[in-house]
């Protein structure tokens, strides 16, 4: 049974560029939850994904937006890239509301 | 101040010691309580999911949660080296979907 997967492992950006990351979500999860880790810190909630929808979103910028397509599976965009936005961005999973979440391994992107 | 407050150590122990890992919130409607394990470069794992307030046990973690003193633990008996991680508590509220964590305790156990 395959787990929360992410791609790509590791990506390199340039100030104002865009960026798109990609989740797929656990077998038999139907909702995914982004967030951005920075070093040394606990996840931040980005926003989450039920039935091709965004349902919550956390306090970030309208340059962090996301999709979720009909298998489940999500991408989150960022635009306009900012050196701070260089960070660890980890996929969560879920089925339903979402109480146990399980995570990807992560993305981490580092904008120079 | 932040909804969720967790010393970030660094914590060292010898192998075989018992560990208390702690956070305090100030948010009340959080109703669940995880911890996640999360090693170097890598997602965090889910390890312990408890609802409200009292106690679970799975094999040598126990997680704890008093909501009246908005205060919660995990403890690791007879510490491993390969419990050498930092450890992630997080919250969510009864209406779901975003968890708030904590920044995380840095835990080393050597043999």
């Known amino acids: 049974d395959a787990g929360v997967t992410q791609s790509p492992t590791h990506l390199i950006k340039t100030r104002g560029q865009q960026v798109t990351l990609r989740c797929s979500p656990k077998?038999?999860?139907?909702?995914v939850s982004w967030y951005q880790q920075a070093l040394g810190q606990g996840p931040q909630f980005i926003f989450q994904y039920y039935e091709e929808e965004e349902r919550q979103r956390g306090n970030f910028p309208d340059r962090f937006s996301g999709h979720q397509f009909p298998n489940y599976s999500s991408e989150l965009n960022v635009n306009a890239l900012l050196l701070g936005d260089s960070a660890l961005y980890l996929c969560a999973s879920s089925f339903g509301i979402g109480y146990e979440q399980y995570f990807g391994p992560g993305t981490r992107l580092t904008v120079t | 101040q932040k909804e969720v407050e967790q010393d970030p150590g660094p914590l060292s122990v010898p192998e075989g010691a018992i560990v208390s890992l702690n956070c305090t919130y100030s948010?009340?409607?959080?109703?669940?309580f995880m911890w996640y394990r999360q090693y170097s470069r890598k997602g965090p794992e889910l390890l312990m999911y408890?609802?409200?307030?009292g106690n679970k046990e799975d094999g040598r973690f126990t997680a704890q949660v008093d909501k009246s003193s908005k205060y919660i633990s995990l403890f690791i008996r007879d510490s491993q080296p390969s419990d050498s991680a930092t450890y992630l508590c997080?919250?969510?509220?009864?209406?779901?979907?975003?968890?708030?964590f904590g920044e995380g305790t840095q835990l080393t156990v050597n043999p």
């Open positions: 997080a919250m969510m509220a009864a209406s779901g979907s975003r968890l708030t």
């Open positions: 948010n009340s409607a959080f109703q669940y």
């Open positions: 077998s038999g999860h139907d909702t």
């Open positions: 408890t609802y409200s307030s």
